[in-house]
């Protein structure tokens, strides 16, 4: 038989070492200075509302004559450590997302659940609005992924939706099938985005009018939680916004198709 005559395209494995070595370091010096980053935000964003619980407590010490003052200090109290406590919550989710590698073990996720679970988990903020919540989408979609953070990434692009909504608007949150990916999508007809800030709201902290910001509650970190969670999953999240008249946001997830099926138990029982 003929020689196989094969060119040699690529690097020396020498060569090809160090490039990988450097590329890890760049990675790893990357990933430090996000690190760092994101202790000096979280360090200042803590500081408000702790100083605020402190300086309401000392007002309430102050106050023990006057139950009214008493009682209206404590209800502020009571507003900035719940802050402070979901601040906590999506820090925890973020650092845990951070480093945006691969999932190890993707499962097979039913698109309907988690949409069923974030419209629930979100009931009593639309209730409050009387902002009706509707889950229109193609069914039985299934993606591959962690259930929790899709979960989670789903509940807080639905969460934003009503939040920035006003008072009986209507949010629609759907999926349907694109190429080899599930696409999800939340949309509103709330404030609204303003064109320069679309690439921006996805930073940590980030927030388009940071005053209005206080009276919602929100904490500047839910949509970097759903860009990890994107990312983690080799897809992605758009948005598309006409500032006054609503917002689309879309989560693109790996379809999970027939060849991915993993066997089940029951599957292996002849
Ligand atoms: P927050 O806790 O402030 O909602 P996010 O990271 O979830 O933090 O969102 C960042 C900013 O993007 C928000 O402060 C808000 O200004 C804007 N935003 C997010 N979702 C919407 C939406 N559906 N409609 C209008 N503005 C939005």
Redesign the pocket.
Known sequence: SQPIHVTARVAPLSSRLVLALVEDRTRERRVEAIRRDFVANVSHELKTPVGAINLLAEAVLEASGDPEAVERFAGRMQTESERLSRLVQ?IIELSRLQGDDPLEEPAAVKVDEIIERAVDTSAIDAQAKQIKVVHDGEPGLEVLGSAGQIAVAVG??V???I???PERSKVVVGAKEADMMVEIT?T?Q????PAG?LDR??????????A??RS???????????KHVAASHGGEVR?W?VEGQ??S?TLSLPRRTHHERPTTSQEATP
């Open positions: 999506q807080n692009l969460a934003n939706a939040a920035y909504s939340v509103d709330g404030i609204g985005i800030e709201i996805f930073e940590r902290f980030y927030r388009v009018d940071p209005r910001h919602t509650g929100g904490t500047g970190l839910g949509l970097s939680i759903v948005v916004s609503g917002s946001f």
